[in-house]
């Protein structure tokens, strides 16, 4: 049984060793994966991986959440810039996070400017959001919002968290997901859906009791929605705990002949976890994990600037993450 060699990690007073390195990529590939499956691959008792997870789980260092893909049903999704006065923007960064339709609500650069994702269902609960509550909200001095046109990498893809080898990981892959397949979701899943969000690794029996479900008519209808591209899971931890120091926002200004190519290129690099075509006038936005600052030196000047049609770009640096996936905790 080959078992998971890494260097062990220390983030203020939690130590991430091989185990903890295995686990959280295990998770990454398939967030509701049994306990005793990931210690078969990691080659340890299903009793240490289940201890492993309920110390990392507790102490705020990871989580499992089920996210909502809002594109199969028809949402749209922002990526929304806020600038704010200096005394306000944790404050309203804060409120944004509370929201159960943001996530990855980042504080940037000076700590005047707030990032953050949005789903909305509806063109009402769009212009909700977008024309009435964040413009008139005090202290909000400037908001724009891009619409994200198409996604080239998403989080749930991104390589920073991968140690297993790539036998290991094919153990742990979860079926393949169809997202042709016609299904609906109505009110009664939204509870369902909720509980998930809170902790994507909640026991069937507790979700039942969420629900109002027999345990197996939650197992089907959670494999069902899972099947169907509707629900997925996503570990939530910071880049920091993975040794990753130095994340930042970018916003390009691509040559539109040279759009496709530059976003399959960023794609396909490590430091890379989202890159998606948006509106406005910059028409990409990336998120970058580097190990440090010099590291993200050296991605901008070299790997970016080696790509040809960017004609601007702009960095910001996430100086504080008030929520990522999930619902607020």
Same mark, same amino acid.
């Given at each position: 049984?080959?078992?998971?060699?890494?260097?062990?990690?220390?983030?203020? @007073?939690?130590?991430?060793?091989?185990? @903890?390195?295995?686990?959280?990529?295990?998770?990454?590939?398939?967030? $509701?994966?049994?306990?005793?499956?990931?210690?078969?691959?990691?080659?340890?008792?299903?009793?240490?991986?289940?201890?492993?997870?309920?110390?990392?789980?507790?102490? /705020?260092?990871?989580?499992?959440? /089920?996210?909502?893909?809002?594109?199969?049903?028809?949402?749209?999704?922002?990526?929304?810039?806020?600038?704010?006065?200096? #005394?306000?923007?944790?404050?309203?960064?804060?409120?944004?996070?509370?929201?159960?339709?943001?996530?990855?609500?980042?504080?940037?650069?000076?700590?005047?400017?707030?990032?953050?994702?949005?789903?909305?269902?509806?063109? #009402?609960?769009?212009?909700?959001?977008?024309?009435?509550?964040?413009?008139?909200?005090?202290?909000?001095?400037?908001?724009?919002?891009?619409?994200?046109?198409?996604?080239?990498?998403?989080?749930?893809?991104?390589?920073?968290?991968?140690?297993?080898?790539?036998?290991?990981?094919?153990?742990?892959?979860?079926?393949?997901? @169809?997202?042709?397949?016609?299904?609906?979701?109505?009110?009664?899943?939204?509870?369902?859906?909720?509980?998930?969000?809170?902790? /994507?690794?909640? /026991?069937?029996?507790?979700?039942?009791?969420?629900?109002?479900?027999? @345990?197996?008519?939650?197992? =089907?209808?959670?494999?069902?929605?899972?099947?169907? &591209?509707?629900?997925?899971?996503?570990?939530?931890?910071?880049?920091?705990?993975?040794?990753?120091?130095?994340?930042?926002?970018?916003?390009?200004?691509? $040559?539109?002949?040279?759009?496709?190519?530059?976003?399959?290129?960023?794609?396909?690099?490590?430091?890379?976890?989202?890159?998606?075509?948006?509106? &406005?006038?910059?028409?990409?936005?990336?998120?970058?994990?580097? =190990?440090?600052?010099?590291?993200?030196?050296?991605?901008?000047?070299? =790997?970016?600037?080696?790509?040809?049609?960017?004609?601007?770009?702009?960095?910001?640096?996430?100086?504080?993450?008030?929520?990522?996936?999930?619902?607020?905790?």
């Amino acid at each position: 049984m080959e078992s998971v060699s890494w260097y062990v990690l220390v983030v203020d @007073d939690v130590t991430l060793d091989a185990v @903890d390195r295995g686990l959280v990529h295990a998770l990454w590939i398939d967030g $509701r994966a049994p306990f005793s499956r990931i210690g078969e691959v990691l080659g340890v008792s299903e009793n240490t991986v289940a201890r492993r997870y309920r110390r990392l789980r507790s102490s /705020g260092v990871l989580r499992v959440v /089920g996210t909502l893909n809002g594109l199969r049903l028809g949402y749209t999704s922002w990526t929304i810039r806020l600038r704010c006065t200096p #005394d306000a923007a944790g404050s309203i960064a804060a409120a944004l996070a509370a929201r159960d339709d943001t996530s990855f609500v980042h504080l940037l650069s000076g700590g005047t400017e707030i990032s953050c994702n949005t789903q909305t269902r509806s063109a #009402d609960e769009r212009d909700a959001l977008l024309l009435e509550k964040l413009p008139r909200t005090r202290r909000v001095i400037g908001v724009s919002a891009h619409l994200l046109l198409r996604g080239f990498a998403l989080p749930s893809a991104w390589v920073g968290p991968a140690v297993l080898s790539a036998e290991q990981a094919a153990r742990l892959r979860p079926g393949a997901v @169809d997202e042709q397949q016609p299904i609906e979701v109505g009110a009664a899943d939204r509870a369902l859906l909720d509980a998930l969000a809170r902790d /994507g690794r909640t /026991g069937y029996t507790d979700l039942a009791r969420a629900t109002g479900w027999s @345990d197996s008519t939650v197992k =089907r209808r959670a494999e069902a929605l899972r099947t169907a &591209g509707v629900l997925r899971y996503q570990v939530d931890i910071e880049p920091a705990r993975l040794g990753f120091h130095a994340e930042a926002r970018l916003w390009m200004a691509v $040559r539109p002949s040279a759009l496709q190519d530059v976003a399959t290129a960023m794609a396909a690099h490590p430091e890379v976890s989202f890159v998606a075509l948006t509106t &406005g006038p910059t028409n990409l936005v990336a998120v970058v994990n580097c =190990r440090d600052t010099e590291d993200l030196a050296r991605y901008l000047t070299e =790997r970016v600037a080696s790509l040809d049609g960017i004609a601007t770009l702009e960095t910001a640096p996430v100086i504080r993450t008030v929520k990522r996936a999930g619902a607020p905790l």
